[in-house]
């Protein structure tokens, strides 16, 4: 017979399940003030019609993804068009260029080769439509550009 020998999971549920409800919504409100916005929010849902709203028309569209601390930090920029389906443009791992594996803190080497990336592509960064970014390892959360100015 099996014996256990450690127990798994959180060791205060009810207190960490209350923590959990108090500081949710101040987050969610930080977030919203520094245009921080989930898949869900109201801002993310116009973004997301307008983005299929370009691709019908033929456009092509940028869309910009950052986790900027957590597990693996870095940045990718994918292209989405019609006709091209999507592509991959960029996917830079900080780690790659610091030497550091699982490198933790803001990708800003990351950032830095992508916007050369950028600017020897021709892609002005209003052309971005939006951002992903990754909340240290828990869901995405959508952040969208400016309003298109169409």
Not at 16 to 33: D, E, K, N, Q, S
Not at 34 to 59: C, D, F, N
Not at 66 to 94: F, M, Q, Y
């Amino acid at each position: 017979m099996a014996t256990s020998i450690a127990s798994i999971g959180p060791r205060f549920q009810r207190l960490g399940a209350a923590a959990f409800a108090a500081t949710y919504p101040l987050v969610r409100l930080a977030g919203t003030l520094t245009w921080l916005h989930s898949p869900r929010s109201a801002y993310a849902q116009e973004r997301i019609a307008s983005m299929r709203q370009k691709l019908e028309r033929g456009e092509t569209v940028y869309v910009l993804g950052i986790g900027p601390g957590g597990h693996n930090t870095g940045v990718g920029l994918v292209e989405a068009s019609k006709t091209g389906g999507i592509r991959l443009i960029a996917n830079h791992e900080e780690e790659r260029f610091r030497a550091i594996t699982h490198f933790q803190r803001y990708p800003g080497m990351s950032v830095e080769i992508l916007r050369k990336q950028l600017k020897h592509l021709g892609i002005e960064p209003e052309r971005i439509h939006a951002a992903c970014v990754h909340r240290f390892c828990a869901k995405p959360t959508f952040a969208g550009a400016e309003a298109d100015a169409h």
